[in-house]
């Protein structure tokens, strides 16, 4: 077993021969973008997985949310914190700390925030899909939708 640093933000991985490495990033050196008044932050970046998915926490100010929209990607939230309503194909689900939301690939989907203070999400998303349109839209300047 060999333990050696990995560029990336990675702080260590482990490669035992025939067996996948193990990665450990760090959030402080992880990679944000600020899209529409949220704050993401990339936790496992796609090009960790060979581009098989990513991981990203999602920081919404209080009472904040996403418009409706259509995923193209199948995609998981986990609520970390705060307390969220999700309108997936038109039917509402409130969403508490712990709980789980699957959108899959298709569906239509718009969420808010409903506390007073900031709330997390954690983002898991097949491939690159999410990472590079959050990056494009931090890039480039247009309205919230």
């Known amino acids: 077993m060999t333990n050696f ?27 944000c973008f600020s899209v529409f008044g949220h704050t993401l932050r990339v936790l496992l970046p796609a090009c960790a997985t060979r581009h098989r998915m990513s991981v990203m926490e999602w920081q919404m100010a209080a009472r904040g949310s996403w418009p409706l929209h259509l995923q193209n990607n199948d995609s998981a939230f986990v609520v970390q914190k705060g307390a969220f ?42 491939g690159q899909a999410w990472e590079a349109f959050f990056r494009d839209c931090h890039q480039t300047a247009f309205p919230y939708p």
Do not use: K, M
């Not at 990675?10 to 990665?23: C, N, R, W």
């Not at 689900?93 to 969420?111: C, H």
């Open 5 to 31: 640093p990995l560029d990336g933000g990675a702080l260590s991985s482990t490669h035992i021969a025939g067996e996948a490495s193990l990665q450990i990033f760090r959030a402080a050196q992880s990679e």
């Open 85 to 126: 309503e999700f309108a997936l194909h038109g039917r509402n689900f409130a969403a508490q700390p712990g709980d789980v939301i699957y959108a899959p690939r298709g569906a239509t989907l718009e969420f808010f925030n409903r506390e007073s203070e900031d709330g997390v999400l954690l983002l898991i998303a097949p």
